[in-house]
């Protein structure tokens, strides 16, 4: 059984769409991460809930959303895609705010 | 603040060589730190990690130290296959924070 399992794992669309990604973890664990990765490989936090609730909202555009329905997932809604938000997007948890990450696959987000 | 500074790469060494990628951090509090391994088109996976000042993390024939004194969580293997050619993050995180503060990634290519 996967532990973190998010999809799609690819998603390519067109500029001005909206677009959203489902992130699942099955290991009980209360906080939950998207992470973006550029072309460079350089990671960055984007948001982190703690049983459901946002702890963190790093810089980024108001265009993306995160959604926690329970607390085994994390989903992340993107409206309006620019050529910029081209990336891998993983979505990650941990057990809580202290201890180690376990990430998913990754979605390669291509906007063209 | 939290960072961590990596030794820049592409790293290529050959097979059986011995590895050493360097990495250095700054943080409030003390925190715990991680290296994380991303092979070709996959997510992180945790490959080791250490909680406290001169615990030695160690997996897959890989090791580091958590020095205090030098703030370095340097990376070591004896030697190195053809099949640990991937991307590695470093990484830690403070208590109380709620994320994960990465390195820059160095990319290390094993040749035959």
């Known amino acids: 059984d996967t532990a973190v399992s998010q999809t799609p794992k690819y998603l390519v669309t067109q500029m001005g769409n909206d677009k959203s990604i489902k992130c699942e973890q099955n290991?009980?664990?209360?906080?939950m991460y998207w992470y973006k990765q550029d072309s460079k490989k350089f990671l960055k936090i984007m948001f982190s809930?703690?049983?459901?609730?946002?702890?963190i909202n790093e810089t980024v555009p108001n265009r993306f959303s995160p959604k926690s329905p329970d607390k085994a997932h994390l989903n992340l809604h993107i409206n309006s895609l620019e050529l910029g938000d081209s990336a891998v997007y993983f979505c990650?948890?941990?057990?809580?705010?202290?201890?180690?990450?376990?990430f998913g696959q990754g979605t390669r987000l291509t906007v063209v | 603040g939290n960072s961590v500074t990596q030794m820049e790469g592409p790293v290529t060494l050959s097979e059986e060589a011995f590895l050493t990628i360097n990495c250095t951090y700054t943080?409030?509090?003390?925190?715990?730190l991680f290296w994380y391994v991303q092979y070709p088109g996959e997510g992180l996976q945790l490959l080791l990690k250490a909680t406290k000042a001169d615990d030695k993390g160690s997996n897959k024939g890989f090791e580091a130290t958590y020095r205090k004194e030098t703030t370095s969580f340097h990376l070591e293997k004896g030697s190195v296959q053809v099949s640990d050619s991937a991307v590695y993050f470093c990484?830690?995180?403070?208590?109380?924070?709620?994320?994960?503060?990465f390195g820059t990634g160095t990319r290390l290519t094993v040749i035959p």
């Open positions: 990484a830690l995180k403070t208590r109380g924070a709620n994320n994960l503060f």
């Open positions: 943080a409030t509090g003390y925190p715990s």
């Open positions: 990650a948890s941990s057990q809580n705010r202290e201890t180690e990450a376990f």
């Open positions: 290991l009980g664990h209360d906080t």
């Open positions: 809930y703690n049983n459901k609730e946002l702890i």
